[in-house]
């Protein structure tokens, strides 16, 4: 795993993730993040968590693009994360796979 990037890390991120790590249940997430975020905002992180979904299985670009609504720039984006970013998006969505596959 690689190290978070140490320009994220302050006082106001850190209560807000503490605030995140709170949330108990879907409908808290839906009233926390329908307050904190725009509609919008929110659509861009689950699209993108759906572009690095669909990469991960191996998807081609003009399916993403037609399945999600991104860009190729988004799609490009999410990819480069995913080789070399802090590997976020590959733990949790290992995680929730498991969890799917657990049920």
């Known amino acids: 795993m690689m190290s978070v990037n140490q320009r994220l890390v302050n ?3 850190d209560n807000l993730f503490d605030i995140i790590l709170k949330l108990e249940t ?3 997430c839906y009233e926390f993040f329908e307050d904190l975020c725009t509609i919008n905002e929110l659509h861009d992180m689950s699209q993108r968590l759906e572009v690095a ?3 991960r299985h191996g998807e081609k670009y003009d399916k993403i693009e037609e399945a999600t609504g ?6 490009s984006r999410v990819k480069r994360s995913l080789a070399y970013g802090a590997d976020g998006y590959a ?3 290992k995680r929730i796979e498991k969890e799917k596959e657990d049920v």
């Not at 991104?70 to 799609?75: D, H, K, L, M």
């Open 91 to 93: 733990q949790m969505l």
């Open 53 to 55: 979904r669909m990469l």
């Open 26 to 28: 879907r409908e808290e």
């Open 11 to 13: 006082p106001l991120t």
């Open 70 to 75: 991104a860009s190729t720039a988004t799609i």
